[in-house]
């Protein structure tokens, strides 16, 4: 299992739209998948963008390629500044 955090930049006029696009989508993915996101932002703006982040945990790897779909079907490029970026975690396990 993988814990998966996609962040990108959005503009503070796109907030308002995106935001239930990104709450409907986490539904859609609960519902038919059975994961739960969060959605969370950084707390400042620069130069008019924020940085929102999506985390899903406990996920399995086969998750990532079933998010990427679901967001081109919520049309959420159209309303973000840049790229969506996925950084994978896993569970720290110390060597002997």
Known sequence: MIDLYVYYKVGGQ?????????RAMQARLAGELGVSGQLKRRPDTRDGLQTWMEVYTGVGEQFAPQLDAAAAAAGLADLIEGPRRAEVFVEFTACA
Do not use: F, G, S
């Open 14 to 22: 796109q907030a308002a739209r995106l935001e239930p696009l990104v």
